[in-house]
């Protein structure tokens, strides 16, 4: 698309390194940055014998508790802030300054076995299997991955998400989520399908441009990206993980054959950067990707953006047609970009899309007074940590005056912060932006007990949200 | 090996000097890669973190300059603890008319 530059300028480029990730040298760094794990202990709370009971028999694995997770949330970040969830397996870890504490040190707290042993849990082998047969291979995710390794490709993709680049291609942006939003208007009757209509469609048309692939595919897209968004913390029956790996091996198969169409004619795309793109060693010497780690991260790049993102918008809806004044306070900031871009902060902390992700302990070790044996599965519960009112004053409150939104951790935080963070933002603001320009009034078409949430400890998504709206004049 | 000269005082209170800096390195970069505690980064210098907040001391303000919309826009994420003279590290990049620097490291944005 207009206004693409190559990701990868500067392959000679030895800037950058992180702590404690490339060589011993960097490894000093991190312990001398304080980076290195040291446990703190922060007082527990009493809690109500309701809360008690909560923390003794639910689980995080209920699907009740998935749909509308606060109590529990309050409960574990008050009394037990590192809960080992029996019926889940996991460590959860609740409050804010541990989410934070965790996601600093990579090297104890592991994002590559964390997701690996998460995805297709308990049925890793036949899923992998599945799609060495089916799929062209069996792609572990690059990005998924531990330092040193994860340096180097991290540094590779961030070219193509700075904010300043993202901000190029506003413009762009806006010209097409505002086509999506006109053609679900255009419908008719005043009403449509929020999520169906708008927010899925809307980022996977965003994604498909910068990788270069082909328009009109957005329901295949989104079927894909269910399918492995579903491998990060859906609650996936055997034939549910067989489904969902038959969408992964059609969505390897078509991925393959562009970036081998790319590999022999390289256009003004993602795809063609990242076949052809170079990894920095430590060392300054380069490495080509192999054409697995680049299927991988072709992969992640159409996936991770759209199905979380599609989220945070489906949520915008929804608490534009639930919370009182919510609208209104939209309409009022909508023409100033300071104010628009806190609601939209504000927003992306009070409904974290990805609600909690996985780490795993590569050794023992004790967090908040709580001892985690190795090899154990965690979760980082941004969705508590975003509440947490030590650190948010009232957090249930919307307020988009915080002096300190910048702290929330709906992006993650630590070296596996969310790459594609300013992208995100940028197309959830010029929603935000066209849908106050061209809708008002909106409500729900259903009862809101009606509305379905995705089976997953990770997101937080709703799946479909009919919605009556009046379509706006001028 | 460059041979430009900039000081950073840490979160922690230390001073750090660096005798040679190569043009074209960031902030951030050079805090990182020598540990200077309270600059982490995380966005890779993509200006969308605020991870690598500096205050500029103000005898060199003119020099370094104000930031612009996208970076002002990410400072006022951490607005309880931004400065009239605050920058993002990594959007300050060492060049001959910089040789001197002296910045301080922002705390991070408060509980």
């Not at chain 1, 690996?116 to 299997?129: K, L, N, P, T, V």
């Not at chain 1, 991260?297 to 929804?318: C, E, P, Q």
Request: glycine share 8%.
């Amino acid at each position: 698309m207009a206004g693409h530059r190559p990701l990868f300028h500067n392959p000679k480029n030895k800037t950058g390194h992180r702590p404690g990730q490339d060589d011993r040298t960097d490894m000093a760094t991190q312990i001398s940055q304080g980076q290195a794990f040291q446990d703190r202990v922060s007082q527990r709370q009493p809690l109500t014998p309701e809360q008690q009971q909560l923390l003794a028999e639910g689980s995080l694995a209920d699907t009740a508790i998935q749909a509308r997770p606060r109590e529990f949330y309050a409960a574990m970040r008050h009394g037990d802030p590192i809960h080992y969830d029996a019926k889940l397996g996991s460590w959860l870890v609740t409050r804010h300054e541990d989410i934070s504490a965790v996601q600093s040190d990579p090297v104890t707290f592991s994002v590559q076995h964390g997701y690996s042993e998460q995805q297709a849990r308990g049925m890793r082998d036949e899923f992998e299997a599945y799609l060495r047969e089916h799929g062209g291979g069996y792609f572990p995710d690059a990005i998924m991955s531990d330092p040193p390794y994860h340096t180097r490709v991290r540094k590779l993709m961030e070219r193509a998400f700075t904010a300043h680049r993202v901000k190029e291609l506003e413009p762009r942006i806006t010209e097409v989520v505002r086509g999506v939003i006109a053609e679900a208007v255009a419908k008719g009757g005043g009403q449509c399908d929020a999520v169906k209509d708008i927010a899925i469609p809307l980022t996977i048309r965003v994604i498909v441009e910068q990788l270069g692939l082909d328009h009109g595919m957005e329901a295949q897209i989104s079927r894909w990206s269910v399918a492995v968004t579903a491998q990060i913390g859906a609650m996936q029956t055997r034939e549910t993980m067989l489904e969902n790996a038959a969408q992964i091996a059609e969505l390897q198969q078509y991925l393959i054959a562009r970036m081998k169409a790319c590999e022999e004619n390289p256009g003004e795309d993602m795809i063609s950067d990242l076949v052809h793109a170079e990894v920095t060693n430590a060392d300054g010497t380069t490495e080509k990707l192999t054409f697995a780690e680049a299927v991988s991260l072709v992969r992640a790049t159409l996936i991770a953006g759209n199905d979380t993102t599609a989220t945070a918008i489906g949520n915008l809806f929804h608490v534009l047609a639930t919370r009182p004044g919510m609208a209104d306070l939209l309409e009022s900031v909508v023409d100033d970009e300071r104010q628009l871009n806190r609601f939209i902060e504000e927003h992306l902390r009070s409904a974290p899309p990805v609600r909690a992700l996985s780490r795993m302990t590569t050794r023992e070790v004790t967090v908040n007074g709580t001892t985690i044996p190795a090899h154990a599965h965690m979760l980082l519960v941004y969705g508590s940590g975003n509440d947490d009112e030590s650190v948010f004053p009232e957090p249930r409150a919307f307020d988009i005056t915080r002096p300190n939104l910048g702290r929330h951790v709906a992006f993650g935080g630590g070296p596996h912060r969310c790459i594609g963070l300013a992208l995100a933002r940028m197309e959830v603001k010029v929603a935000a932006r066209e849908i106050v320009r061209q809708m008002r009034d909106i409500r729900f078409a259903i009862p809101e007990s009606d509305i379905r949430y995705t089976r997953s400890v990770a997101t937080h998504t709703i799946e479909s949200l009919p919605i009556t709206f009046e379509k706006r004049v001028g | 090996m460059g041979n430009l000269t900039v000081t950073m005082t840490d979160a922690e209170g230390g001073t750090h000097t660096f005798s040679d800096v190569e043009e074209g390195v960031s902030l951030m970069e050079l805090g990182r890669r020598n540990g200077v505690a309270g600059i982490m980064g995380d966005c890779g210098g993509g200006c969308a973190c605020a991870t690598c907040h500096v205050y500029v001391d103000e005898r060199w303000w003119d020099k370094v300059g104000a930031p612009d919309d996208v970076e002002f826009a990410m400072l006022d994420m951490v607005a309880d603890v931004m400065k009239d003279t605050s920058r993002l590290g990594c959007q300050v990049r060492m060049s001959p008319q910089l040789d001197g620097l002296a910045v301080t490291v922002a705390p991070a944005s408060g509980y």
